[in-house]
């Protein structure tokens, strides 16, 4: 397998372990993905049977490359022409029950096979003279890429329960591979799942977010729910999960209409953001749930409640409480307003308002919007989205003419207090809403000259005497 290691760098790492009179391997990522037939890897993880920072060293020295150390972790890593290189010493690891931290001990090819955390990333390749590019694949990972499997290397139970986050790179791999996990993994997973309760949520949801970037995010948080993962590190998404029945009336399932929308914009966009409004979109359906003898279920307010709850979800997930996390909340409170438009007569009014509403983040909501279309009737799906087209063409009309979105004042709150003679103060807002009311309306258009007039009759209905007549 000579052929996947054609890159220069693997010949100048052959001729330093050659010089160094030491045995170093290509292992991980690198070498599964070549044998998968995936686009070349820029990072490179490198076992030497000795010292990984002494190899580093010398690397670094005939690529005139910085070496960064890491000491405490006894591995070494440099940058070369767009590559990235890791290096380590063979080791073997322990661990103590509290802490997926090892206790490292110096140690041979195989024992560093053996702490991998699955077959597929268990395989390396030799750089040594003797037989350069050979492949060294002792729990068969090869053929579990041809299986398309998930597994461990050695006994699940003990893989998991030593580094607890390999349960959710388990779940992620299959997520982003489309791979199967074996099945005494799926069972050992089920039976250590409590002991993701150690591992930080940073590194959690660091996880996380990689499956809900893949192609078909559904297929990470499936399973997750069903070996009750979900359930210990975003319940409020788990809580979604059921369908209750009365007087023979049941709701779908908003858990699973959530995994299909998101699969709907995973097809539509790559957005890491907007993919995690499509799962928070109807985050608050439990907490709104509603059984109305004539109407059955209802989920009144479920938008507005939801937006109030991404704050606080955010910050248990770690994720940033910044614009990203804003934009999320605008786009769960404000996901039913193109689906009530497509369903009704679009005015005018109500299209000034959305684009008024959304400004910029406009095209993300319909995109949204678009995806949270999944009834299975398809005369509804049909409708729907026939009336999505024209709500999209009226939003672009009323852009063109009345530019509303990203939308200023034309009028400010210093020009109010500049005509009437007034300080800051509550009648300054109820003039300034009472222009921004009648643009959005339609009742005057946007521009300063119209603008100022209605702000000049406003006052004196307010019984205010303008300065100076325009």
């Known amino acids: 397998m000579s052929d996947y290691l054609d890159h220069p760098i693997f010949s100048l790492l052959s001729d330093v372990a050659r010089e160094a009179g030491v045995a170093c391997f290509v292992v991980g990522g690198y070498v599964r993905d070549r044998i998968m037939g995936r686009d070349f890897r820029n990072d490179i993880d490198v076992v030497v049977m000795g010292s990984g920072i002494d190899f580093a060293t010398r690397v670094g020295r005939r690529l005139d490359a910085n070496v960064a150390v890491y000491k405490n972790f006894g591995t070494a890593s440099l940058h070369h022409e767009g590559l990235q290189l890791e290096f380590v010493g063979a080791r073997k690891e322990s661990y103590r029950a509290d802490s997926r931290k090892p206790i490292v001990e110096d140690g041979t090819l195989e024992d560093d096979q053996n702490r991998r955390d699955f077959t597929l990333n268990a395989m390396a390749l030799s750089l040594n003279m003797a037989d350069f590019g050979r492949l060294l694949d002792p729990f068969d990972g090869r053929a579990d890429i041809q299986h398309r499997i998930i597994r461990t290397p050695l006994d699940p139970n003990v893989t998991f329960r030593d580094d607890p986050l390999r349960m959710m790179r388990a779940i992620r791999f299959a997520t982003q591979l489309h791979f199967k996990i074996d099945v005494q993994a799926i069972k050992a997973i089920t039976d250590n799942k409590e002991r993701i309760k150690i591992i930080s949520r940073e590194r959690v949801i660091d996880e996380l977010n990689k499956m809900v970037l893949a192609a078909k995010p559904s297929i990470g948080f499936k399973y997750l729910f069903d070996v009750g993962l979900l359930q210990l590190v975003f319940p409020a998404l788990a809580n979604l999960y059921g369908v209750e029945v009365i007087n023979g009336k049941g709701h779908k399932d908003n858990f699973y209409h959530t995994l299909e929308v998101l699969d709907n914009v995973a097809g539509l966009s790559t957005d890491l953001w907007l993919r995690w409004a499509a799962i928070m979109h109807d985050i608050a359906k439990p907490a709104t749930k509603r059984f109305d003898k004539r109407h059955g279920w209802t989920f009144h307010g479920h938008e507005d409640k939801g937006a109030r709850m991404v704050p606080k979800l955010f910050a248990e997930l770690k994720l940033p409480l910044n614009d990203k996390m804003k934009f999320v909340q605008k786009m769960v409170a404000l996901h039913l307003r193109p689906i009530v438009l497509a369903q009704d007569t679009v005015t005018d009014s109500a299209v000034r ?7 910029d983040d406009i095209d993300s909501l319909m995109l949204l919007c678009h995806a949270d279309v999944t009834t299975k009737n398809e005369y509804k799906k049909k409708k729907y989205r026939q009336n999505f087209e024209l709500v999209k063409q009226k939003l672009k009309d009323v852009e063109e003419r009345d530019q509303i979105r990203n ?16 300080k800051p103060g509550k009648m300054v807002g109820t003039i300034k809403n009472a222009i921004r009311e009648a643009i959005l309306e339609g009742d005057i258009p946007n521009s300063r000259g119209e603008a100022y007039r209605f702000m000049l009759n406003k006052g004196k209905t307010l019984g205010l005497k303008p300065k100076v007549e325009v």
């Open 407 to 422: 939308w200023q004042p034309p009028v400010t709150g210093q020009d109010v207090m500049d005509a009437f003679g007034l």
């Open 353 to 359: 308002r959305l684009l008024f509403e959304a400004g």
